[in-house]
């Protein structure tokens, strides 16, 4: 009854290598959402998807791939990882609508 | 376009004290939900109450309460009998029906530090 994880917590990498970070909730909640959190911007949306197989752009969505072929994982994908992608990343999800969105722990990334 | 506005950027409080964090948005959305979540420094965010914009009362969570005054555009966050733990970013946000993407839009968030 874990609710949402995320999973590397930490992780180092160098420019130009290929970085996957897992998301996983146990809420079977429809909606799923990679945000990222940098001093100075605040959290900023990067995909959401509203259930299996439907992915959208936020608004920082470049460098970045998503998948999700099943309702509770959402993977993020960094195909050439930057320094500029250094951040912290949080996955959240919710019901949609109006209402809450749950975050996981996050994932502090760090690209070298 | 939708925004929350928190004017309070650090707050010191004492220990037992209660203390309310502003917060005020601006948003054209017929309906809406507002928001808020606690960031202590280990860096989860977790979330403390919802309020809907249509709701009649205010929202409450055990020491936690939304004080919603709709015609003011304001959602401010009280929370009773402070403790040390209560040392944490706190952040207002909201959702409204016309966000295209369902993002959950963030203010810049209060630092509270409650003293002993």
């Known amino acids: 009854d874990a609710g949402i994880t995320q999973s590397p917590r930490y992780k180092i990498t160098e420019t130009g290598r290929q970085v996957t970070l897992m998301c996983h909730q146990t809420?079977?909640?429809?909606?799923m959402f990679w945000y990222r959190q940098d001093l100075g911007h605040g959290l900023r949306l990067i995909y959401y998807s509203a259930a299996a197989d439907i992915t959208d752009k936020g608004e920082v969505p470049d460098g970045y791939v998503v998948s999700r072929s099943k309702t509770e994982n959402f993977p993020l994908t960094l195909e050439s990882a930057t320094r500029s992608q250094t951040s912290v990343y949080f996955c959240?999800?919710?019901?949609?609508?109006?209402?809450?969105?749950?975050f996981g722990p996050g994932t502090r990334l760090t690209v070298t | 376009a939708q925004k929350i506005t928190q004017t309070q950027p650090g707050m010191f409080v004492q220990e037992k004290e209660a203390v309310t964090l502003d917060c005020t948005y601006d948003?054209?959305?017929?309906?809406?939900?507002l928001f808020w979540y606690k960031q202590p420094s280990s860096g989860e965010m977790i979330f403390l109450i919802y309020q809907g914009s249509y709701d009649q009362q205010n929202a409450t969570e055990g020491r936690y309460s939304l004080n919603f005054q709709k015609a003011r555009k304001s959602a401010n966050l009280v929370i009773s009998a402070s403790q040390l733990g209560d040392s944490a970013m706190y952040f207002c946000?909201?959702?409204?029906?016309?966000?295209?993407?369902?993002?959950?839009?963030f203010g810049k968030g209060t630092r509270l530090h409650i003293l002993p």
């Open positions: 959240a999800s919710g019901a949609g609508g109006i209402y809450e969105q749950y």
């Open positions: 946000a909201m959702r409204g029906t016309m966000n295209r993407d369902d993002k959950i839009i």
């Open positions: 948003t054209s959305d017929p309906s809406y939900g």
């Open positions: 809420w079977s909640h429809s909606y």
